[in-house]
C-alpha cells in the first residue's frame, strides 16, 4: 500500500513526558502537512513542509511542539513536557505541488493522562 | 469569525436516498478553492470532491457533487442514491490563495451523516 502511514496509531502518555510521532508521506508527494483534531471537531491547521522546508506554522505550535522533516521525506512531530489538553488525534497529510487534493493518513490518538 | 460554517451536526437519510449536506464560508480571497472530506470511524480522511473558486461548472465526482453558489459563499455537497457505507462524518474544508501556496486547510466542525437500512 502505498498511502500515508503514520506511527504509532495510538499512544497513551503520562503528562510531563515528550512524545515523538512519524509521518511517512505517499513517496512521490514533496508537500506535508500535520493537522490536531480534537473530538467533535474539524482538524486544525499545525504545520506544512515543502521538501524539507518548513514553511508554515500555525500559532497552535507552541514551542513546546517541533516538527522536521530532515531529507524531504518522513516527517516528525515532537511535543515536549505533554499536557492534558495535547490530548487529540494528529493527522498527516501529503501531495504533490499542482495537485489539489491532499491525502490523509490514519493518525495517531495521543491520550495524555 | 467562523471561516467554514456547517450548520448540520448530524443528518439522516434514507437507503439509497439524496442527501445535501450545507456548507457556507467566509473569505476575501479572489483564488481559493473548496473541498469535502469523509472521516468514517477508523479516523482516516478520504477526500471526495473539489471546488476551485474560478471553476464555472459544479464539481461532480460519481454519487457526488458540489453545489457551488460563489455569491452566496456557498458549497453544499449532495450525495445521491445513499448507501449504508456512507455513515461518517463529513467535512468541508477551504484552501484560501492559490495552489501554489500550498494547502492550509480550515475545516469546518463536520456533520455527521448516518444512513438508515
Known amino acids: 500500500d502505498t498511502g500515508v502511514s503514520q506511527d504509532p496509531r495510538h499512544k497513551i502518555t503520562k503528562r510531563g513526558q515528550n512524545v515523538t510521532f512519524r509521518c511517512d508521506p505517499i513517496s512521490e508527494h514533496n508537500r506535508l502537512y500535520w493537522y490536531r483534531q480534537t473530538l467533535g471537531q474539524g482538524p486544525e491547521f499545525l504545520t506544512y513542509?515543502?521538501?524539507?522546508?518548513?514553511?508554515?506554522k500555525s500559532r497552535l505550535l507552541s514551542d513546546r511542539f517541533s516538527a522536521e522533516r530532515p531529507k524531504g521525506s518522513f516527517s516528525t512531530l515532537e511535543i515536549q513536557r505533554t499536557e492534558q489538553g495535547d490530548s487529540a488525534m494528529y493527522l498527516c497529510a501529503s501531495n504533490r505541488q499542482g495537485v489539489t487534493e491532499a491525502f490523509f493518513g490514519q493518525g495517531t490518538r495521543l491520550t495524555v493522562v | 469569525a467562523q471561516k467554514i460554517t456547517q450548520t448540520q451536526p448530524g443528518m439522516f437519510v434514507q437507503e439509497k436516498e439524496a442527501v445535501t449536506l450545507d456548507c457556507t464560508y467566509d473569505?476575501?480571497?479572489?483564488?481559493?478553492?473548496l473541498f469535502w472530506y469523509k472521516q468514517p470511524s477508523s479516523g482516516e480522511m478520504i477526500f471526495l470532491i473539489y471546488q476551485g473558486s474560478y471553476d464555472e461548472q459544479n464539481a461532480t465526482e460519481g454519487r457526488y457533487s458540489l453545489n457551488f453558489q460563489k455569491a452566496r459563499k456557498s458549497a453544499n455537497l449532495v450525495i445521491s442514491a445513499s448507501q449504508l457505507g456512507d455513515s461518517a462524518m463529513y467535512f468541508c474544508?477551504?484552501?484560501?490563495?492559490?495552489?501554489?501556496?500550498?494547502?492550509?486547510?480550515?475545516f469546518g466542525p463536520g456533520t455527521r451523516l448516518s444512513v438508515l437500512p
Open positions: 473569505t476575501s480571497d479572489q483564488s481559493y478553492g
Open positions: 474544508a477551504m484552501r484560501e490563495g492559490p495552489d501554489n501556496y500550498g494547502q492550509n486547510f480550515v
Open positions: 513542509f515543502q521538501n524539507e522546508a518548513q514553511l508554515e
